[in-house]
């Protein structure tokens, strides 16, 4: 008997410890599992264009192998333009990049439901340059894999 007191004393330091009561010791829930970390990579382009070069293709495959790795993965591809030409039309070439880089996606094998495409045309310059000018950091698309 004195054994089986000591034991349940014990016990009860233990749970008093822990900071729960003997009413609701083993009924909480553990936090919820932290989101999984959010990937990201870049890939550039040359004026006026939308395909895709062998180092482009290298950084979407490792992207892919990513997003089929990740368990219910979310991938955001958001093209981009440098503010030379005319802003609409940059508006739908940043578009036509961001789709030529999901395209590439799936045909690596990620779901085509999983991938979100948007163009942010001459906004979100990676470099502040004035209207009409050439950068090749900001002619780019972004791929997130979250």
Known sequence: MPKSVSALFGVLLLVAACGESTQNMSLQKPPPAPPPPTKAWMVFFDTNSTALSQQSSTTIGEAAGVAKGT?????????????????????????????????????????PQAVTVTGSGESGLLIDTPDQTKNEKNRRVQIVVQ
């Open 71 to 111: 368990a219910n993965a979310r991938v955001v591809v958001t093209g981009f333009t440098d503010t030379d030409g005319n802003p609409a039309y940059n508006q739908q070439l940043s578009l036509r990049r961001a789709n030529a880089v999901k395209n590439a996606l799936v045909n690596s094998g990620v779901a």
